[in-house]
């Protein structure tokens, strides 16, 4: 690091609680706009850094821009494939382990990770997960870009990821259970019924809109129907 000093904004040796507390600590120093990590043994692909920025500015509501890119895995002898992003905005798939996110690709304003809080230090393997559900939850939107890889994860003995195996995994598995069950305890009534609308009619988004107006067809509830289509 005191190598490459003098190209660094700040950094810092000392104890911490784990890697999610350092994480959040370094988020903390941070002047930036856009957030987004990775670890030692990832690598950012050139021009990331450049179609990033050409993303964020033609956003329009930059407070909430949040995007995915591409991830190659790969180890010493080999690639494994590119896992591209899926743009699921629907509660329900992350809800039941539908939906995932290679988080090294994934980038988001300043001010959606203030508003979520950050990562919770309550996980130790699928702490970003939480942070996606919770943005979720909240009403912001993904995007994808299933067009360019930024970013390149590497699988060792050594890794988190290796250490536990797969997701499926007493890793990580138990902390999915606990999101999801989490989360549907968090969800209010409109989420909970777009959720419900999700799983009975997941191709027909136009007929799952139309039950969720009707079951809202009220006096006064129109404010409500309209924030439930902020929250697709």
């Known amino acids: 690091i005191k190598r490459y000093e003098k ?35 990832d690598v950012y692909n050139p021009e990331t850094f450049e179609r990033l920025a050409e993303a ?11 995007i995915a890119f591409g991830v190659e895995d790969f180890n010493k002898n080999r690639s494994y494939g590119i896992v591209w992003p899926k743009e699921n905005n ?3 798939d992350w809800i039941d382990y539908r939906a ?16 979520v809080g950050g990562f ?20 912001y939107k993904l995007n994808t870009r299933r067009y360019f890889v930024s970013t390149r994860f590497r699988h060792h003995d050594e ?7 797969s997701v ?11 999101i999801s069950e989490w989360a549907k305890k968090e969800l209010n009534l409109i989420q909970q019924m777009r959720a419900c609308f999700d799983r009975v009619f997941p191709r027909d988004e136009e007929l799952g809109q139309k039950l969720l107006k009707d079951s809202l067809n009220n006096d006064g509830r129109n404010k409500i129907y309209k924030l439930s289509l902020l929250l697709k």
């Open 120 to 139: 919770d230090e309550e996980y130790n393997y699928a702490f970003d997960r939480k942070f996606f559900v919770t943005a979720l939850m909240k009403g």
């Open 90 to 92: 629907c509660l329900a």
């Open 7 to 41: 190209w660094l904004a700040y950094w810092v040796s000392e104890r911490d609680r784990g890697q999610v507390h350092a994480i959040n600590k370094g988020f903390s120093v941070s002047s930036g706009t856009i957030f987004g990590f990775i670890n030692s043994d």
């Open 168 to 178: 499926n995994n007493l890793g990580f598995a138990p902390e999915f259970i606990k």
């Open 159 to 165: 890794s988190k990821t290796e250490v536990v195996g």
């Open 56 to 66: 964020y500015l033609k956003f329009k509501r930059k407070k909430r821009f949040w």
């Open 100 to 115: 995932y996110l290679h988080q090294p690709g994934v980038f988001w304003s300043r001010e959606i990770f203030k508003d």
